[in-house]
């Protein structure tokens, strides 16, 4: 695991060598995502400076070194990531003559550019990657970031400069950088907890889409293009609206037997291609379905005890840790776990602006960072359980949502239109009803913030079609661009799917849209940031392309069974752990910030939300953001998770370079 940063200065602005000591500066800054070795690449005729921060894990020799030149000389690369079957390829490449040095995957990827191209050799990548090929022979520049969206790559103007780097903190570290904050962004954050891409929260930067590559020639690198000309040089070679559309007509017609064999077989090839590295490595184990299944299969297939890792919380509803270790125990691991105390998890808060680097507000950032350290005393790699969900329809919120449909199907547009419109004039008395009405239930049944139902109610009435009554449910706010000053919330794909007709299922549909938003916005993000904070390798076996594939060929029946999800899952894992060991509800892997907030982090969100501080500072409404914090402060409402999205964006505000130069000034002053 490695980090990247480059730039191309077509119009040459920099003198000398003074672009490659901007790229050294931008590649300082990634340094926890590499420790181990540091090299760079400058071509001053071009303009082109290449640099590269790296994680040793395969290959520790020399001969793993990057930047890295192709055997011909043609192509030059940085790359992050690990591209696990590269030992199949070298072995296919050397018998058409190709010669190698070392065993690196980087070596293996070069190597087969050249003698399949660029296309060809993606399609044959199994693995997690973003890099930066510069080919000498045509003057262009490629950016490729993997299928799923592991790894990160941002890229952009900064002044006459084409930029990229795996986080924006190597770009901003760029002499002169002065980009504006996209408010747009910010209205993003607010929403999802997370800033979708293509989208970054700084102006004239992106984030590579999943799937696709960039090209960059002279031209268009001479002058910076606008958005239109970034996505017309830039090309999808795997889509996955194309695989789910194909996989749904093309599904499996096998025995439920049959379907858990081949889901089993797939896997362990997923996961044993995962567990090469020649460093120490070890797994995440919350005791889940997905998690579990990940170490099984690594057990299975490993002469030694596999080392797993949780942490646990005494916090009652907020500790998994005592599941971790009663799977572990079964398997044979050799389990490492560590209870955490709510101080632990609170120092952590002032670093997230660092770890994060740009605004991004899932607050199991802290114990996923939190896991990430204790791993890391014992291993370099750890493979994670991510991406089960999202594949095999495992959230709750898909049945709530489903039901939803089920309840507001049989309606009539002119019906849904009536409702909605007395629930809005008539909230006050809706919303007291609800309340008293809820506190008749019993407890397990009662609705939580029973008096925002009413307002969630009446936007799913008023909502078109199923896919915009899900981004309803998925929203933090619902009307981001009232609070978020001078803003216009752009368009995303949970926005407007592009999710063809054929996919009927509604299930289907949620999955596939968290597969293309929630999955690498927000899940793959949080997982990347924290981890590499640590120097730390996450690998996603479930996330392996072939995976995916098999999932979507797979019929619902085989994902959805008897209300629970993760039915083909769950068999295979069935095989390996008893059922008691499993079967229990699904919980999250969180921590209480509804109560910090009223307590110990009360002082530092008062601070960071200061009615003059939002005032001065012009993103938020003041008094919709003050309201929120007294409501919540109150215990009116739990506006806990509301909260920390602006809270987020707060507390990263200071980092801003403009905002670093501000204090610098004042200080010297």
Not at 47 to 68: E, F, K, N, T, Y
Not at 228 to 235: D, E
Request: with cysteine.
């Amino acid at each position: 695991m490695c980090g990247i940063a480059g730039l191309w200065d077509a119009t040459h602005r920099f003198p000398g060598d003074d672009g490659l000591a901007a790229v050294r500066g931008m590649t300082r800054a990634l340094h926890r995502r590499g420790p181990d070795d540091e090299g760079f690449f400058h071509d001053a005729a071009a303009g082109i400076a290449l640099g590269h921060r790296r994680l040793s894990v395969v290959d520790l020799s020399p001969q793993g070194h990057q930047p890295m030149t192709s055997a011909s000389g043609r192509f030059v690369m940085v790359y992050n990531g690990e591209v696990y079957n590269h030992a199949a390829m070298r072995r296919e490449l050397s018998g058409h003559g190709a010669v190698f040095r070392g065993h690196s995957d980087t070596e293996a990827m070069l190597a087969a550019i050249e003698h399949w191209g660029l296309d060809a050799a993606l399609a044959r990548f199994i693995g997690m990657f973003a890099f930066a090929l510069w080919d000498r022979r045509t003057r262009t520049l490629t950016l490729a970031r993997d299928r799923l969206g592991i790894k990160p790559l941002y890229y952009g103007w900064v002044g006459p400069l084409f930029v990229f780097g795996s986080e924006l903190k190597a770009i901003t570290r760029l002499p002169g950088f002065d980009n504006a904050i996209n408010r747009d962004a910010l209205c993003l954050l607010l929403r999802h907890n997370y800033i979708n891409a293509p989208h970054s929260i700084y102006q004239g930067i992106r984030k590579l889409v999943p799937g696709t590559l960039l090209t960059v020639g002279a031209d268009m690198a001479r002058t910076p293009a606008g958005e239109s000309a970034l996505v017309a040089a830039t090309r999808t070679y795997w889509s996955a609206r194309e695989v789910a559309e194909s996989g749904v007509a093309d599904r499996l017609r096998l025995s439920d037997a049959e379907a858990t064999d081949e889901l089993e077989r797939v896997l362990r090839d997923a996961v044993a291609l995962r567990m090469e590295a020649d460093v120490p490595l070890g797994a995440f184990l919350s005791g889940g379905v997905d998690s579990s299944l990940v170490v099984a299969l690594m057990q299975a297939q490993s002469n030694r005890p596999v080392q797993t890792f949780s942490i646990g919380f005494r916090e009652k509803g907020y500790d998994e840790a005592v599941h971790a270790s009663a799977v572990a125990k079964h398997l044979g691991t050799e389990h490492h776990e560590l209870y955490v105390t709510a101080q632990d998890a609170l120092d952590v808060v002032p670093k997230l602006p660092g770890i994060f680097d740009e605004p991004f507000s899932d607050s199991s950032q802290v114990p996923t960072f939190l896991l990430s350290q204790l791993a890391r005393r014992q291993v370099t790699v750890s493979l994670s359980g991510d991406g089960g969900d999202e594949l095999f329809g495992g959230y709750l919120r898909y049945f709530k949502a489903r039901d939803i449909e089920r309840c507001l199907g049989w309606m009539p547009d002119r019906m849904r239109g009536h409702a909605a419109r007395s629930l809005s004039r008539h909230a006050g008395f809706y919303e007291s009803l609800l309340a008293g009405v809820n506190r008749c239930l019993p407890a397990r049944a009662r609705l939580k913030r029973p008096k925002s139902k009413v307002g969630v109610l009446a936007s799913m009435l008023e909502a078109g079609p199923q896919e915009e009554r899900y981004r309803l449910l998925m929203s933090h706010v619902r009307n981001p661009a009232a609070i978020v000053l001078d803003a216009s919330e752009p368009a995303t794909e949970l926005s407007n799917p592009m999710l063809g007709p054929g996919v009927v299922e509604d299930i289907e549909r949620m999955m596939y849209s968290d597969l293309v938003t929630y999955l690498p916005g927000d899940i793959l993000t949080k997982v990347d940031r924290a981890s590499m904070a640590v120097s730390l390798e996450a690998r996603v076996p479930l996330l392996d392309h072939r995976v995916v594939e098999f999932a979507w060929r797979v019929p619902i029946e085989q994902k959805v069974r008897h209300g629970q999800g993760k039915w083909l899952l769950r068999q295979v894992l069935y095989r390996h752990v008893p059922r008691p060991l499993i079967d229990r509800p699904k919980q999250g892997f969180g921590v209480p910030i509804g109560a910090w907030l009223r307590g110990p982090l009360r002082d530092w969100a008062e601070a960071l939300l200061d009615e003059r501080r939002l005032r001065e500072e012009g993103y938020f409404d003041p008094a919709y953001v003050r309201k929120m914090l007294a409501d919540h402060v109150a215990g009116k409402v739990n506006e806990g998770g509301r909260l920390w999205d602006v809270l987020m964006f707060q507390a990263w505000l200071p980092e801003t370079p403009r905002n670093r130069l501000h204090a610098y000034a004042e200080v010297a002053a």
